[in-house]
């Protein structure tokens, strides 16, 4: 299953990625403090330079089984991390139990997305997880 370019854009328009940018995950914060009554943890941010994205970008990985189709040998160029499943590198994550951290119980935590150079975007692809490239 071979995803190109032009899948990528219009998978694009359907998911948003923009919800878990450091900005948009402090709204987040406190929208579930106010609806579910829950306090998460706001990971930092990683920090990537223009030759850490580039490194990524030109990568192709595995996403294993996680994605329906997924036949072997498929790559997807780029894949930085998993947005869905147990173990997500970016998104919210809820913990069973709550854990202190300066004076501050957490039922959870939000792992942002990295900032990037402005020459590079992510971009979620649904079933497989997020990619960097560069901007067209």
Same mark, same amino acid.
């Given at each position: 299953m071979?995803?190109? $370019?032009?899948?990528?854009?219009q /998978?694009?328009e359907?998911?948003?990625i923009?919800d878990y940018s450091? #900005?948009?995950?402090? *709204?987040l914060?406190?929208e ?6 829950i306090?998460?943890?706001?990971r930092?941010a990683e ?5 850490t994205?580039?490194?990524?970008s030109?990568k192709?990985?595995?996403?294993? $089984?996680?994605a329906?189709?997924? /036949?072997k040998?498929?790559t ?6 998993? #947005?869905?499943?147990? *173990? ?6 809820l913990f069973?139990c709550s854990?202190p951290c ?6 959870g935590?939000?792992?942002?997305l990295?900032v990037?150079?402005?020459n590079?975007?992510?971009?979620y692809?649904?079933?497989?997880g997020? /990619?960097?490239k560069l901007?067209?």
């Open positions: 071979k995803i190109t $370019d032009e899948e990528v854009a /998978r694009k359907k998911e948003k923009s450091v #900005k948009n995950c402090e *709204v914060i406190k579930y403090r106010a609806k579910e009554g306090e998460l943890y706001l930092p920090v990537w330079d223009e030759k994205c580039a490194k990524k030109k192709g990985k595995q996403p294993g $089984d996680i329906s189709g997924y /036949r040998g498929d997807l160029k780029g894949f930085i991390g998993l #947005k869905l499943g147990p *173990v997500k590198d970016y998104g919210i994550v069973g854990l300066d004076g501050i119980e957490y039922q935590e939000i792992r942002p990295p990037i150079p402005d590079y975007e992510i971009i692809v649904p079933k497989w997020y /990619r960097i901007k067209d």
